[in-house]
């Protein structure tokens, strides 16, 4: 009995004999208590006349009599195949996978990452969870639905380069096709997209119990569509049990891991305002499990609009350094009864957005000023007055929480450390000390 060629995913096995066109899949195995393993068998054939399902069965993998009884079926069906060898050979593979787990390799026999580590740059890493965090009705979903649409169509729609194209799944526990529909579609017509191109690659499913407890289907699901991202919308619904449950989020980052697909992962904030802001809610674990988190701060005036600031803040990161605040401002145009019919992304400099501002990097702010001040140098104490005027000048009903202003040590230090971009002029006698741009200002 040749082998067959075997495909490995967690809990479900394949055993694939194309020279006879058999196949036999093993769904949902289990350890039994009596030491065995347990199995939904699933048997088919390519043969013609009647190609299609054969059998489907319950089976503990030691028990040989069970083997004997669906082989003497079988050979009705299908009689010239050597149907008991074919189990015994599928058993024996599957016991030995299933009690060894994934074979060891030498470590450094792995070759180099051919290409970029990025799925998404500079969001998404290929293969590892990036969760996205903040408050409720803050964008996160759309921003997620601007994602799979760049990663299916190889477009940047939300300012980040898709590396890796293909088909998307996106689990919804918190709204409805209809509510995800109107959006895609949105966005599709902001970015001069066909949705025709996009509709056959993006999959939907509505979702009510926890990941962890349709995990097996799930990765059915991945291989069946070559799915190469999951979006999982959101964590604390797809928990399936409370924000603090460290043993349901372990579970439910393992199933994802399971799938061998790249996870993004929508979450909240906590609303305690003595809360850390740079994770999620909930356990620890969520933090510890994902590679990258990354805050969505939303500035927007509570009586409505047809614009969005998003600030993402890079929270945490395990394979290499922080990438820099990242502004996103989101427009829309709405239809009659509301309906959602245009979304367009631009990404934007923090200092272009008034919103977010005081968020920029303090050199940057600074530099500001002084560029706008038409290569004018100034002194200390009006650089502060300017970032302290802008600070105030935040437009009031902001969602977003406004950045403190500057002391007048952080400008001085500042201005000291960056001096490839600043210079200090010197003053009449008894003057302060002014500061200009190197591009602009000529040394004294």
Avoid at 87 to 108: F, H, V
Avoid at 263 to 273: A, C, N, S, T
Avoid at 382 to 389: A, K, S
Wanted: hydrophobic share 35%.
């Amino acid at each position: 009995m040749d082998d067959p060629n075997a495909t490995y995913l967690a809990d479900t096995y394949r055993f694939n004999w194309p020279e006879l066109g058999v196949e036999l899949c093993m769904e949902r195995l289990a350890q039994a208590r009596d030491g065995g393993v347990t199995t939904e068998l699933r048997i088919s054939t390519s043969r013609p006349p009647t190609p299609g399902l054969l059998a489907r069965n319950a089976m503990n993998l030691l028990a040989d009599q069970t083997r004997k009884t669906m082989s003497r079926s079988l050979e009705d069906r299908i009689p010239d195949v050597d149907w008991y060898g074919l189990l015994l050979k599928a058993s024996d593979l599957a016991l030995t996978r299933w009690r060894e787990g994934n074979p060891l390799i030498k470590l450094l026999d792995t070759p180099p990452r051919e290409g970029s580590k990025w799925f998404l740059r500079p969001y998404v890493e290929t293969g590892l969870p990036t969760v996205f965090f903040t408050y409720g009705g803050s964008g996160k979903s759309l921003l997620a639905a601007g994602m799979a649409v760049s990663i299916i169509t190889g477009r940047d729609i939300v300012g980040a380069e898709p590396l890796d194209c293909g088909p998307v799944i996106y689990l919804d526990w918190e709204a409805d096709e209809y509510s995800h529909s109107e959006r895609v579609r949105a966005i599709c017509a902001g970015a001069g997209i066909d949705p025709e191109d996009v509709k056959p690659h993006l999959h939907y499913r509505r979702e009510y119990a926890s990941l962890a407890s349709s995990a097996a289907p799930l990765r059915k699901r991945v291989v069946e569509t070559g799915a190469k991202a999951i979006i999982i919308d959101s964590v604390s619904a797809a928990r399936g049990s409370e924000t603090k449950d460290e043993a349901a989020t372990v579970e439910m980052f393992s199933c994802l891991r399971s799938m061998n697909i790249t996870p993004i992962l929508l979450d909240h904030l906590p609303k305690d305002p003595k809360a850390d802001k740079t994770s999620p809610i909930g356990t620890v674990l969520t933090t510890n499990r994902a590679r990258n988190l990354w805050r969505v701060d939303k500035a927007q005036y509570e009586d409505g609009g047809d614009d969005l600031d998003l600030c993402l803040v890079h929270t945490k990161t395990n394979n290499g350094r922080y990438q820099p605040k990242r502004g996103l401002a989101i427009s829309f145009e709405n239809g009659d009864d509301d309906q959602l019919l245009v979304v367009r992304f631009r990404p934007q400099h923090l200092l272009d957005m008034p919103s977010f501002r005081s968020r920029a990097p303090m050199w940057q702010q600074i530099a500001g000023i002084l560029r706008a001040n038409r290569g004018t140098p100034l002194s200390v104490s009006e650089i502060l007055n300017c970032l302290e005027v802008e600070a105030a000048d935040e437009p009031d009903g902001l969602l977003a929480k406004k950045a403190s202003p500057p002391s007048d040590a952080k400008v001085r230090a500042t201005l000291n450390f960056y001096r490839k971009v600043f210079v200090a002029v010197s003053g009449n006698r008894g003057e302060q000390k002014q500061w200009g741009l190197l591009e602009t200002t000529v040394r004294a």
